[in-house]
């Protein structure tokens, strides 16, 4: 996600849009987020909430919605 691109000089409109491209090839090799699936059991039905006490220590924001991996 590039924000405010009409806001960028020439020579950071072109780094972004290397890195960008980039990203592009390199997404094929790039690990899925392991999110949380939803009406896998973790969230309270109808409010969609985490259900308490199967969150991660010390993660917030997006990383509470990060699935553990599973051992096998």
Known sequence: MA???DRLNDTRFRTVGDELRERMR?????????YRKQNDGEYQIPTMELKPGLETPGAVRFALYAAEPKLR
Do not use: N, V
Not at 26 to 34: A, E
């Open 3 to 5: 924000y405010r691109m």
């Open 26 to 34: 390199m997404l094929q090799m790039t690990s899925p987020i392991p």
